[in-house]
């Protein structure tokens, strides 16, 4: 049961969130990876396709917003926090299954919620190969696809088959083959709700497998700032030229402050929350990192990380 607390929200907020057992006035931080966040009207956590369909049914009949993200990974939430319904699909996941099978190849189906870092295990218990890249990067498979997430050795387009979307105006789910996903730098371009994906993983040997992903794992540990809470990489890497990480490093950006949030020390293409820092915090960072690198070398650092808050109605998945 959702611990209930006393709201000023309109009636019809109060019925949605009787109906489905929802937190009010959930603070997001507790839900993102930056522990960073205002609260949200409404909070939901579905445990299955089917609840999540009735709540976006529900939701539209009575005329409130939604926004939608997975393990909150990836995303920076506003000090005044969301309005409306905030649905996390963290819970959409069951038993990993391998779905098709040939002599070299096999297509593993998961749900959206499934973390990565499981999936990865799992493959490596079954002698697949193809998400070693994926060793340590955070969140869920939903969001890893949405985000396009990778290393320089490999992005997760490489090994979908297909994903599974939930149409929300017709509350269809509908089956979308890789020839038809537009795939770019950590993107993709595609309307509706992922709830599930094929992968397409190859049969190798189990102790290669290990060795890379430990290897690829050891190299994040060692070279990003993993203690600290952060969103990953916070700019996204110019097309060409030195990385967002080097042009900020050569700004002798390392270690500036403002208040809480911190340029790592570590890794220069991380904010970190050195404490308690507030979105704004953050944002006037960001700014002064943007400011500094387009002075010094005249580019516009564009971010990766995802904001989302009071002033956006979209919904979306990270």
Do not use: W
């Not at 490093?249 to 809480?260: C, H, P, R």
Request: charged share 25%.
């Amino acid at each position: 049961m959702m611990e209930k607390k006393h709201s000023n929200l309109p009636e019809r907020f109060d019925l949605l969130a009787k109906k489905f057992d929802l937190l009010i006035d959930e603070p997001l931080k507790n839900h993102t990876s930056f522990k960073v966040g205002g609260p949200a009207d409404l909070l939901a956590l579905p445990k299955d396709k089917q609840e999540l369909k009735q709540l976006l049914k529900e939701a539209s009949n009575l005329d409130i917003s939604v926004t939608l993200f997975g393990g909150g990974t990836n995303i920076l939430i506003t000090d005044k926090g969301i309005r409306g319904l905030v649905i996390i699909t963290r819970c959409l996941k069951s038993k990993i299954r391998i779905i098709e099978t040939n002599i070299n190849e096999k297509a593993l189906y998961v749900e959206a919620g499934e973390r990565l870092s499981t999936i990865c295990r799992f493959a490596i218990s079954h002698s697949l190969s193809g998400l070693e890249f994926a060793a340590g990067i955070p969140g869920t498979i939903g969001g890893a696809i949405i985000m396009n997430a990778g290393t320089s050795t490999g992005n997760i387009s490489d090994i979908i088959q297909s994903i599974d979307v939930l149409n929300q105006d017709t509350l269809k789910i509908e089956t979308i083959e890789k020839k038809d996903l537009d795939f770019s730098y950590r993107h993709l371009n595609q309307s509706g709700i992922i709830v599930a994906a094929k992968l397409t993983l190859k049969s190798a040997d189990p102790q290669k497998i290990e060795a890379t992903f430990q290897h690829n794992l050891n190299h994040k540990n060692a070279t990003q700032p993993v203690c600290f809470a952060s969103a990953g990489c916070f700019f996204k890497n110019p097309d060409n030229g030195m990385s967002a990480g080097e042009l900020i490093e050569k700004s002798e950006l390392k270690g500036m402050k403002i208040n809480d949030a911190m340029v790592s020390r570590l890794h220069a293409n991380y904010i970190v929350n050195t404490n308690n820092a507030r979105c704004e915090d953050i944002l006037l960072l960001q700014q002064q990192i943007q400011d500094t690198v387009q002075k010094k070398y005249q580019i516009k650092l564009e971010t990766e990380v995802r904001m989302e808050g009071e002033q956006e109605n979209k919904t979306k998945q990270v």
